[in-house]
Structures are given as structure tokens and as C-alpha cells.
């Protein structure tokens, strides 16, 4: 079973840059993608990038694409997302997020597919 575990959120002013990492034990064997989603209070989960952990192609929501990096680090065993730009909007819950479920890799940043998620860590971006 996959166990996800975020760190690297904070508060950072507008323009500014973060790193967030998760923590995965078990994914590589069992897992076909790692995706990165947002929530802010009152609304549901978005979507914000994707990586395929077989081939390490790519995928980001429109509103990132540019700014943000998804990338895998094989030697600390972590799945990190680089955050350039930041804007207030970016501000949410950031949560990572694991499935052996194939479908992920044309049914891109869809939550449904994914059954396991860390805790989440907070960003926040103040204009």
C-alpha cells in the first residue's frame, strides 16, 4: 500500500518560488502515476500536474503550465513539485496523490482515479 507523506509548503509573497516534495514508499512497483492537487476551502480538488512514473511524461491544468515543474527524484525516493511565479491564487492545500490505475495515463489529473493521498501541506501567497 502506497504511504504519501507532502512536505516543503509555506507562506511566500507574490512572484516568489516553493518546492514541495511527497514522500512515497512502495509507488515505484505498484503505482503508474503521481499527480499533485489543490483545494481550497469550499471547493473541490484541482488538479495541477501529473507524472507518469514509467515513461516521466508530464501533464499540468493550464493555469500552471509554465510556472510549475513536476519531477521525480529516484534517489531520495520522492516526487517533488518546483513552484515558480506564484501567484495568490495558487494559495490552497497541496496534496499528492498515487494509483496503479492505468487510466491515469490518458485521463489526466482525474481525482477519481487516485485511492491514495498524503495529508496535504498549506501554500500560501500573499500579494
Known amino acids: 500500500q502506497e504511504q504519501l507523506l507532502e512536505s516543503g509548503g509555506g507562506s511566500v509573497q507574490a512572484g516568489g518560488s516553493l518546492r514541495l516534495s511527497c514522500a512515497t514508499s512502495?509507488?515505484?512497483?505498484?503505482?503508474?502515476?503521481v499527480a499533485w492537487f489543490r483545494q481550497v476551502p469550499g471547493e473541490g480538488r484541482e488538479g495541477v500536474a501529473q507524472l507518469h512514473i514509467s515513461g516521466a511524461s508530464t501533464y499540468y491544468h493550464d493555469s500552471v503550465k509554465g510556472r510549475f515543474t513536476v519531477s521525480r527524484d529516484k534517489d531520495r525516493n520522492t516526487v517533488d513539485l518546483q513552484m515558480n511565479s506564484l501567484k495568490p491564487e495558487d494559495t490552497a492545500m497541496y496534496y499528492c496523490?498515487?494509483?496503479?490505475?492505468?487510466?491515469?495515463?490518458?485521463?489526466?489529473?482525474?481525482?477519481?482515479?487516485?485511492?491514495?493521498w498524503g495529508q496535504g501541506t498549506q501554500v500560501t501567497v500573499s500579494s
Open positions: 512502495g509507488y515505484t512497483r505498484s503505482s503508474h502515476c
Open positions: 496523490a498515487a494509483t496503479a490505475n492505468s487510466r491515469c495515463l490518458y485521463a489526466f489529473l482525474d481525482a477519481s482515479l487516485y485511492p491514495y
